[in-house]
């Protein structure tokens, strides 16, 4: 089982010079004051197309998403132009190809030991020129006709990297390209990484007000909570006024603190025109 993974990007911002990063899992990089995550990492075949006649009508790296831990990977390839009809092909891809015994294909180890892909092509209407947006990584067969695989009689196509099949009815070939020649490793299939690129503008505000709670709580904590009563009564011509306080727990000021706040009331009455209480 792998212990880390690492993707090496090549950032740059407008005006200046390309630079080198890492983005690790749980070690974002930051670039720009944005932070970028590493979420996920696969393969991406690189697939291509030709009509009958040799031309090219469809060649791309396609992402192949992860189905279980060794990366048997499922991915779409979509030929919406250059063929009489369109063509949707369904791929599973497998790093470490292997065989079970009810001789389904599976993937028996994530590295590249000996990658296969198989494909079982489509043709009809992708339903993509109604203007509906469509998953590139999903096919809907709904309008259209299996050629290869299922129930058709033909087996699913099946290459290696650097390998070519026709596609029956004499509509083309496909070729699984040998990116041998372009991977920084040597290896012959591409890989991608899937990554989250996040700002957080209210990080400030945050932190201005995680300052402000702990302030309040540290004024909670340190300064003396007091509970101060005052007790008018009539006694005739006069009125009597009594003050108490109450600490929470001990506080050797508290007898200060009542006699200065009685003092600052019985200067507060007086400025009113009362008699300052005795």
Do not use: C
């Amino acid at each position: 089982q792998a212990g880390d993974f690492v993707a090496r990007l090549t950032t740059q911002r407008a005006g200046e010079d390309p630079t080198a990063g890492e983005v690790r899992v749980n070690h974002p990089l930051d670039v720009a004051g944005d932070r970028i995550f590493l979420m996920g990492n696969g393969y991406a075949p690189t697939i291509t197309v030709r009509a009958p006649d040799g031309e090219v009508v469809y060649s791309a790296s396609v992402p192949f998403l992860p189905q279980d831990r060794n990366l048997t990977s499922l991915g779409v390839v979509k030929v919406p132009d250059g063929l009489p009809e369109q063509l949707g092909l369904v791929g599973f891809f497998y790093p470490t190809v292997a065989e079970l015994e009810t001789g389904a294909l599976t993937s028996g180890w994530p590295a590249l030991v000996y990658p296969e892909l198989t494909l079982n092509v489509f043709e009809g209407d992708l339903g993509i020129d109604g203007g509906i947006p469509r998953s590139v990584y999903a096919l809907d067969t709904t309008d259209m006709t299996q050629l290869t695989g299922g129930t058709t009689g033909v087996d699913s196509i099946r290459l290696l990297p650097g390998e070519t099949a026709e596609i029956p009815g004499g509509r083309g070939t496909v070729t699984f390209e040998d990116d041998s020649a372009v991977t920084p490793t040597g290896e012959p299939v591409k890989r991608f990484v899937s990554l989250s690129i996040h700002r957080d503008a209210a990080a400030t505000w945050v932190l201005v007000f995680a300052s402000i709670a702990v302030a309040g709580l540290l004024a909670a904590l340190f300064v003396p909570r007091r509970r101060m009563w005052v007790k008018a009564t009539v006694q005739g011509p006069n009125v009597r006024i009594e003050y108490a306080g109450l600490a929470r727990g001990e506080d050797p000021t508290l007898d200060a603190t009542v006699e200065r706040f009685a003092g600052d009331h019985g200067a507060s009455l007086a400025g009113r025109g009362a008699s300052k209480p005795t």
